[in-house]
């Protein structure tokens, strides 16, 4: 999109409405300045990624009113301009009495108070932290103008709630200079300040926040190795003679602590591979690091597939970084899914293309399941293996030493509760994304309950890794959302789960609940007639069920033994 | 160049190419509203590499006269 013009984006932008399909994901942008060519921009870099974004722009210096209209968005952004609080701010402040300077400090701090208040049941609440760079270039000395953003800055940081994201865009006007960032010809008479180009780079900026509230995350950073986690040929250069992308390398160490999967897909011995991460003393990644490793003399393609297979994720989860043309245009033919990035011959180019590439993995909170997930999925692999020595299921099951663990609207998992909504695509019957704030409101509303699951055996903890969340009406439950995290699937946990369900809601008479088609979500097509559920409707997109209780029959299952959290 | 013109404009209005022709103008063309005509500028500017005056803007109003103000912009 950055290199499009105005014209082709605002084009493309119409030509995509009729294509793209599924929910429409609502956007609000209120200012207190024009912001009209946003709309394209924004739609599009998101439509792009097939979320089907619509814009609504809020009237010209109506932030307030704005926040009381806008309702029912998904996701609200604010672009509230310090220098038109007060029309002609940047060359009347100098010359305030002190006590009329206090006075807008004051009436500001009280304008995002009314708005604040007002937008604190939005699921996402995006506000631009003020900026004093545009008519302050040239001031050497700080300027009232510098203490206000500084003070009111300071202030929208104190204020912040779960649902909030304050964006820097100081950065993004740094990156493409000031310059390049306005267009003031049109600022005195139509109030509009930001350039075409600064629409493009700004929505460029945050969209990994909209990605990510979308379930749209990369999860796995998968690297070719010889000149690619070091310059030189391994095979043919040598051990003594490859030399380290060291910043690279840490790069990927600092994903791979907050989470993220890396993972080697290289045509190479494996055992000359192994003998570098094991030895050789340059090497910044090891093998602790190293999730999964496809490193053998197969074609690319099927490595790759193995990968997200064994991972048990989507093949569009991942990124794949490799020097080849052959390779780029291999996986960029076969997977376009995949996201594929070519070492630049510049190395300088390379290690800033990876910090870049950082933003797909972006993670609004780490949870203690990010932390430990390296080491989750090194478990999962190990028991991937016994299963194959045991040979039969129940008895590897059984000497597994399963536990469930619930936790009943508990206020303190949030955190994970949310996110497990925005990345899970699999096992999820109702991909339903839900923020920290929809959750929270969830835990306090008497007539819904939120519970989720914790898994752990003799191998480890896998955390919290399943949730279901019920919405109550008179008799009726409703099961608005039933997920589990594909590292504990094929252990039966989703029966005792459905067990825990149905216990928890034994006073009511029925269960109703719904299958919604996506792309990622086959698997669990039949869950609920496995589970026992009598189909009510059924068309293509979306099965809704139902369950009279007393009907149910309790899987039995007791090698799965189930503590409550409290 | 007229195409090329016809074709931005068209682009940024969301309409058929076909519905212009020299009379159009914001007086015929619902949806060529002022933010509209902003945004036109905008788009001009960046397809022909050019930067307009004040006065050259207030005078682009409608398609024939856009066609004579940016002729002698870029000759």
């Known amino acids: ?566 | 160049m007229q195409n090329r013109i016809k074709k931005v404009i068209a682009d940024v209005l969301m309409i058929d190419v076909e519905l212009l022709n020299d009379e159009s103008s914001p007086e015929t063309i619902e949806d060529w509203d002022s933010l509209k005509q902003m945004n036109i500028i905008i788009a001009l500017e960046e397809e022909f590499d050019i930067l307009l005056s004040d006065d050259e803007v207030i005078e682009m109003l409608n398609m024939e006269l856009i066609y004579t103000i940016l002729k002698d912009k870029i000759s």
């Open chain 1, 1 to 566: 999109m950055i290199n499009m013009k105005f014209s082709e984006i605002i084009k493309a932008n119409h030509e995509l409405v009729n294509r793209i399909k599924g929910t429409e994901y609502k956007i609000g942008i209120l200012s207190n300045i024009m912001v009209h060519q946003s709309k394209d921009i924004c739609e599009y870099s998101l439509r792009q990624k097939s979320i089907n974004a619509n814009v609504e722009l809020g009237d010209y210096d109506n932030i307030v009113q704005d926040s009381m209209k806008f309702q029912d968005v998904n996701a609200i952004l604010v672009f509230w301009e310090i220098y038109n609080f007060i029309d002609g701010l940047q060359y009347k402040i100098e010359i305030l009495s002190d006590e009329e300077f206090e006075d807008i400090i004051e009436k500001i701090k009280i304008e995002i108070n009314i708005v604040f208040t007002n937008l604190e049941q939005t699921s996402l609440l995006l506000i631009n932290k003020f900026s004093s760079l545009i008519f302050n270039q040239y001031n050497l000395v700080e300027n009232r103008m510098d203490r206000l953003v500084k003070i009111l800055n300071e202030y929208l940081e104190s204020k912040m709630k779960t649902n909030m994201k304050l964006i820097d865009i100081d950065k993004v006007i740094s990156k493409i200079s000031i310059k390049n960032s306005i267009d003031l010809r049109y600022y005195y008479s139509s109030k509009t300040l930001y350039s075409i180009d600064f629409y493009k780079e700004y929505f460029e900026y945050i969209k990994p926040i909209f990605l990510s509230v979308n379930g749209k995350t990369k999860k796995a950073l998968i690297f070719d190795c010889d000149n690619t986690l070091w310059k030189g040929i391994l095979g043919e250069d040598g051990f003594d003679n490859i030399r380290m992308f060291k910043e690279v390398q840490y790069l990927a160490l600092e994903l791979s602590k907050g989470g993220v999967v890396i993972g080697l897909c290289s045509k190479n011995n494996p055992e000359d591979v192994d003998a570098v991460l094991e030895k050789h003393q340059d090497m910044i990644l090891r093998d602790k690091d190293i999730v999964i490793k496809k490193v053998n003399w197969n074609d690319k393609v099927s490595n790759l597939k193995a990968i997200a297979k064994e991972l048990n994720i989507g093949l569009d989860s991942l990124v794949f970084v490799d020097d080849s043309n052959f390779e780029v245009n291999l996986i960029n033919v076969e997977l376009p899914m995949v996201k594929v990035l070519q070492v630049p011959a510049k190395e300088y180019e390379y290690n800033l293309m990876i910090r870049n590439a950082m933003n797909y993995f972006y993670n609004p909170t780490q949870t203690a399941e990010d932390l430990e997930k390296v080491k989750m999925y090194k478990e999962q692999v190990q028991r991937v293996s016994a299963e194959q020595q045991i040979g039969n299921i129940e008895d590897y099951l059984k000497s597994l030493d399963l536990v469930i663990t619930t936790y009943i609207d508990d206020i303190e998992q949030i955190g994970r509760i949310s996110q497990m909504t925005q990345k899970t695509n699999q096992f999820n019957l109702t991909t339903k994304r839900y923020t920290e704030k929809d959750i929270e409101c969830f835990i306090h509303d008497k007539n819904k309950t939120v519970i989720a699951i914790g898994v752990n055996d003799k191998y480890g903890d896998n955390g919290i890794v399943g949730l279901a969340i019920i919405n109550y009406n008179e008799n009726m439950a409703t099961l608005d959302t039933l997920l589990m995290s594909c590292r504990v699937l094929g252990r039966n946990i989703e029966y005792k789960f459905m067990d825990i369900i149905v216990d928890f809601v034994k006073n009511m008479t029925i269960i109703n609940s719904e299958y919604v088609l996506t792309y990622k979500n086959k698997q669990v097509e039949n869950l609920y007639d496995r589970y026992g559920f009598d189909i009510l409707q059924k068309d293509e997109s979306c099965t809704k069920y139902q369950l009279d209780i007393l009907k149910y029959r309790s899987t039995n299952i007791n090698y799965i033994k189930v503590e409550n959290a409290k």
